[in-house]
């Protein structure tokens, strides 16, 4: 239910780049979305195309980038990739882990149409 | 027409974390220890402010900010019948609180004067976890008829925790609840995190919670 905010968040952001950058249109937006993130990204999508309308970002294409959850373990040091929720470290079976990567949640870059400045 | 890409890097939630730095700004300035108080619906929120209440009464003056869907007061004049200021939040159906609504809620309670701030949000496990309120803590309420698979299920809330509270121990006897399989969930999201087993209806255990309250409120006016 919070990927209203969060969707009325992303299009703040693309149309603020977006204008700042004499946009006329946002055709694609890039959003980088870490495993431990707890977005939806077909709920981000369904309000998008409801939110987005009248804007420079209606019809844009959104692009969701996973990244991966790194964890280290405490006990031995060793570093790994998070493939499931509460799994123990696959080098000594700790549960003493600390998050390396994966809470990541970023607009990483939009892609815009411009008048080139010639007319038709 | 061209095309080009753009580089933002933008976090999508910066808005919400600038007014939050503000709100820890304020908290700081006027020496407020402020908890984000967090459960389900029913786990115990207004029964544990009002058991915090009454066990810091003299000790600490503690003022609530009330986190509702609806625009009931039922929760704020509980508090206010306690003796304690309270201002209630409508969120108009939203599922959580964020930064911008405890802003708001600030500029009706005398902050200098308080010792300590309780942010009661809305009832919910996922989407509170997201939202940073600039509190100084995040605090969680689990309570046993709930069921001790809870981390297992919402670990995103409980990796963010400063303080775990279980509540309604007083049931244990009769509901099933395994607690060393609760707290190996727990320990595996948050090792080593600091919990608290209180019963609202017996009292037991409230005294090491509220002087946990009191000891980091003291270090913050130090």
């Given at each position: 239910?919070?990927?209203?905010?969060?969707?009325?968040s992303?299009l703040?952001?693309?149309?603020?780049?977006?204008?700042?950058?004499?946009?006329?249109?946002?055709?694609?937006?890039?959003?980088?979305?870490?495993?431990?993130?707890?977005?939806?990204?077909?709920?981000?999508?369904f309000?998008?195309?409801?939110i987005?309308?009248?804007?420079?970002?209606?019809?844009?294409?959104?692009?969701?980038?996973?990244?991966?959850?790194?964890m280290?373990?405490?006990?031995?040091?060793?570093e790994?990739?998070?493939?499931?929720?509460?799994?123990?470290?696959?080098?000594?079976?700790?549960?003493?882990?600390?998050?390396?990567?994966?809470?990541?949640f970023?607009?990483?870059?939009?892609?815009?149409?411009?008048e080139?400045?010639?007319?038709? | 027409?061209?095309?080009?890409?753009?580089?933002?890097?933008?976090?999508?939630?910066?808005?919400?974390?600038?007014?939050?730095?503000?709100?820890?700004?304020?908290?700081?300035?006027?020496?407020?220890?402020?908890?984000?108080?967090?459960?389900?619906p029913?786990?115990?929120?207004?029964?544990?402010?009002?058991?915090?209440?009454?066990?810091?009464?003299?000790?600490?003056?503690?003022?609530?900010?009330?986190g509702?869907?609806?625009?009931?007061?039922?929760?704020?004049?509980?508090?206010?019948?306690?003796?304690?200021?309270?201002?209630?939040?409508?969120?108009?159906?939203?599922?959580?609180?964020?930064?911008p609504?405890?802003d708001?809620g600030?500029?009706?309670?005398?902050?200098?004067?308080?010792?300590?701030l309780?942010?009661?949000?809305?009832?919910?496990?996922?989407?509170?976890?997201?939202f940073?309120?600039?509190?100084?803590?995040?605090?969680?309420?689990a309570?046993?008829?709930?069921?001790?698979?809870?981390?297992?299920?919402?670990?995103?809330?409980?990796?963010?925790?400063?303080?775990l509270?279980?509540?309604?121990i007083?049931?244990?006897?009769?509901?099933?609840?395994?607690?060393?399989?609760?707290?190996?969930?727990?320990?595996?999201l948050?090792?080593?995190?600091?919990?608290?087993?209180?019963?609202?209806?017996?009292?037991?255990g409230?005294?090491?919670w509220t002087?946990?309250?009191?000891?980091?409120?003291?270090e913050?006016?130090?």
């Amino acid at each position: 239910m919070h990927e209203l905010a969060v969707t009325e968040s992303i299009l703040e952001i693309a149309n603020r780049h977006a204008a700042a950058a004499g946009a006329t249109r946002i055709t694609d937006i890039h959003i980088t979305l870490g495993k431990l993130s707890s977005i939806v990204d077909d709920s981000v999508q369904f309000y998008w195309d409801i939110i987005s309308q009248s804007t420079l970002a209606q019809g844009a294409t959104l692009h969701f980038n996973r990244v991966p959850a790194r964890m280290h373990c405490n006990d031995c040091g060793v570093e790994f990739e998070m493939l499931a929720e509460l799994s123990p470290c696959p080098e000594c079976g700790s549960f003493q882990l600390k998050i390396l990567s994966g809470d990541e949640f970023f607009l990483e870059s939009i892609e815009i149409e411009k008048e080139a400045g010639e007319t038709q | 027409m061209s095309v080009n890409r753009i580089p933002v890097v933008e976090k999508i939630l910066s808005a919400n974390d600038s007014i939050a730095a503000l709100n820890r700004k304020r908290f700081d300035e006027t020496k407020t220890f402020a908890v984000n108080l967090m459960a389900s619906p029913g786990a115990g929120k207004t029964s544990v402010i009002l058991q915090t209440i009454a066990a810091l009464t003299g000790r600490l003056k503690l003022g609530v900010i009330e986190g509702d869907t609806a625009p009931v007061t039922i929760d704020a004049d509980r508090v206010i019948d306690a003796g304690m200021p309270a201002v209630q939040i409508n969120t108009g159906g939203d599922c959580h609180l964020d930064a911008p609504m405890i802003d708001s809620g600030l500029k009706q309670l005398p902050l200098e004067e308080l010792d300590l701030l309780i942010v009661e949000n809305v009832g919910n496990l996922v989407c509170p976890a997201a939202f940073n309120l600039g509190t100084h803590a995040n605090v969680l309420i689990a309570s046993i008829p709930e069921g001790d698979d809870k981390p297992y299920k919402y670990p995103a809330i409980y990796r963010g925790l400063d303080v775990l509270i279980i509540n309604k121990i007083d049931l244990l006897p009769y509901v099933r609840f395994n607690m060393d399989y609760f707290r190996t969930g727990v320990e595996a999201l948050n090792p080593g995190l600091t919990t608290f087993a209180i019963s609202c209806t017996t009292g037991e255990g409230i005294n090491a919670w509220t002087d946990w309250l009191v000891q980091r409120s003291a270090e913050l006016k130090r």
